[in-house]
């Protein structure tokens, strides 16, 4: 039998569109040689235009699939995704607190793309004060980067993105990928903050449309190369790198956003549908 390849396990809700969530990460972890651990959190109401609606799971359905699969088999990484409730967050949180030499990748997920609101100020607070210290690496968009600098008390109303970088990192998480796809930029740049301040900054081509899922899929990615033994650093260029390709490459399946095409490298160059 050949070895087994790393394995992430992911904690997120459930998107039956596929664009994004638990489906998007599998899908991702898939294509980048990783096997995918899942853990739901909540079940959602979606298409590829918006959130309808979302249930959390009861926090100890959450911990018990958790725990069932970590007494059972390794894990290389943690993903974490949209997380449903205080409740479910603070389990989570002892979980992962049990495993402190797994690199944890928190991908904050507030909103949707539409802009349905996917997690309350009190699970902001929860994820402040319970996960982000556990932490390696969390990978905000510029409009989470703030959320979450604006919770922390100071006067200031719009810090700028290396503000929101120091505090977040001042809560005790390792690494923050900032991502600009919310700028209005001629180029998308993500810019990874260490303690040491920028570690690097990547321009990329701004694509047509929006897209279902491309967090979740540079997440995961990350994480993926993380569990293979990549630095943090090289597991987010790598990532970038793959994600950007799912969605040049990103078809539409729906009335709603651009669905990116994890599986991209399967098909001919004739194929390209963006």
């Not at 997380?83 to 797994?102: N, R, T």
């Not at 100071?154 to 390792?174: I, Q, T, V």
């Not at 694509?207 to 899922?213: A, E, I, K």
């Amino acid at each position: 039998m050949e070895s087994a390849p790393p394995a992430v396990l992911v904690f997120s809700a459930s998107d039956p569109s596929g664009g994004a969530g638990l489906q998007a990460d599998v899908l991702t972890i898939s294509a980048m040689g990783c096997h995918p651990f899942s853990v739901v959190t909540a079940i959602t109401v979606q298409d590829t235009a918006g959130v309808e609606d979302m249930f959390a799971l009861d926090p100890e359905w959450v911990a018990d699939q958790a725990r069932c699969i970590l007494e059972d088999a390794p894990v290389g990484a943690f993903k974490l995704g949209l997380l449903g409730s205080v409740e479910v967050i603070a389990a989570i949180a002892e979980i992962v607190s049990d495993y402190p030499d797994i690199p944890l990748v928190l991908d904050p997920i507030l909103a949707s793309g539409r802009g349905d609101e996917l997690a309350s100020e009190d699970m902001i607070a929860a994820m402040r004060e319970l996960i982000i210290p556990q932490t390696t690496l969390i990978t905000p968009n510029t409009l989470e980067a703030r959320r979450f600098a604006h919770d922390d008390g100071s006067e200031e109303d719009d810090p700028g993105l290396d503000e929101c970088a120091s505090r977040l990192l001042k809560l005790g998480c390792e690494y923050v990928l900032i991502t600009g796809t919310h700028n209005n930029t001629p180029k998308v740049v993500n810019t990874l903050y260490h303690g040491d301040g920028i570690l690097r900054s990547d321009a990329w081509e701004r694509l047509p449309g929006s897209y279902h899922g491309s967090g979740c899929t540079l997440a995961s990615a990350i994480a993926a190369g993380i569990a293979q033994g990549l630095t943090v650093d090289e597991a987010v260029k790598d990532a970038q790198d793959y994600t950007w390709h799912t969605l040049k490459y990103a078809f539409r399946l729906g009335m709603g956003q651009f669905i990116p095409d994890r599986l991209f490298w399967t098909h001919d160059e004739d194929d390209e549908q963006v």
